[in-house]
């Protein structure tokens, strides 16, 4: 089913669904956990146990279905720990620490660039994904309906922009877009759904020796809530990044990227229900601008 066109929306629409409570449900997991602002250790630990169960949960479905990972080369392997290091590692630490400074709603803002990004490099990567009026034009109507949401009359909108903040998040998106790139590479070489897990698996392992080097400032509070939570987050990791990758490796990847731009959209509406985050009228002008953006780049 992921590899029929008729298909590849509806996959892509559940990948940018899971993506958008992930947020929100990463503040939760800092709140029930204890994990303070100013923790770059405990935060940094969070991502990596999150992301290695992810991957041990991925490959333990792959065994069971009896999918190897059909390396072509044993040099390969080296792909699979770049798509690590650049797509879970480094794209996670960098969110992680950005959204601990940052409210959950413009993080999800900045953080769906990484879409825009991944857009323009398939562009310039991939013969199969060459750049057309439509997928400007569905990019523009992406990206206002992104800046919209974060328009606040009256005030300065983007006021208290920080390095620690926004560029994090910044960061996490460029990562986001390279990761795609190397997705592409990697699901050539070995099968995308084994490749997932292990990078995931891999990247968080690396996530976890980061966070143990750095210290963490303060004990985790654990509770059957937080238990909750990060299962939560799990899952959405595995099951996800599973769909989004394997959407990738089959599809030209400007038609699957442009969903991205959902995230944030529907990030703030997560953000307003679990965090009690303040609903503002432009949200919703903003969905009718991305569904339009999407319709016409899918076009």
């Known amino acids: 089913m992921i590899k029929n066109k008729r298909y590849k929306a509806l996959f892509a629409f559940i990948c ?10 990463i503040k939760v997991g800092y709140n029930t956990f204890q994990i ?3 923790d770059l250790g405990g935060k940094t630990l969070f991502a990596g146990v999150r992301f290695l169960f992810a991957g041990i949960i991925i490959i333990c479905f792959c065994m069971f279905r009896k ?9 390969d392997i080296s792909w699979l720990v770049l798509l ?7 794209h996670y630490m960098f969110a992680y620490i950005g959204l601990g400074n940052n409210p959950s709603g413009r993080s999800t803002i900045l953080d769906s660039m990484g879409g825009f990004f991944l857009i323009f490099l398939s562009v310039i990567f991939f013969e199969d994904d060459r750049l057309s009026t439509r997928k400007v ?3 523009i109507m992406g990206l206002s309906g992104i800046i919209l949401i ?7 909108s983007f006021e208290n922009i920080t390095f620690s903040g926004d560029g994090m998040i910044l960061l996490n998106a460029l990562c986001a877009g390279f990761g795609g790139v190397i997705t592409r590479v990697v699901s050539r070489k070995m099968n995308m759904i084994s490749a997932t897990g292990y990078s995931m698996a891999i990247g968080g392992a690396f996530l976890i020796a980061i966070g143990c080097g750095v210290g963490t400032t303060s004990r985790w509070k654990i509770t059957g809530e937080g238990i909750i939570v990060l299962f939560a987050l799990v899952m959405i990791s595995a099951v996800c990044f599973a769909i989004y990758n394997e959407l990738l490796s089959v599809h030209p990847i400007s038609e699957i990227a442009i969903y991205n731009a959902l995230i944030p959209v529907l990030g703030v509406f997560f953000a307003a229900l679990v965090l009690n985050e303040e609903l503002k009228w432009q949200y919703f002008a903003a969905v009718l601008l991305v569904a339009a953006g999407i319709c016409i780049e899918s076009k």
């Not at 940018?16 to 449900?25: C, E, T, V």
């Not at 999918?67 to 040099?75: E, G, N, S, V």
């Not at 974060?150 to 300065?156: E, R």
């Open 67 to 75: 999918k190897k990972t059909d390396l072509k080369r044993k040099t």
């Open 137 to 139: 034009i569905g990019c």
């Open 150 to 156: 974060n328009i606040n009359p009256g005030g300065n």
């Open 16 to 25: 940018a669904l899971g993506w958008s409570m992930a947020y929100p449900l």
């Open 36 to 38: 303070m602002s100013d």
């Open 84 to 90: 690590a290091i650049v797509n879970t590692t480094l």
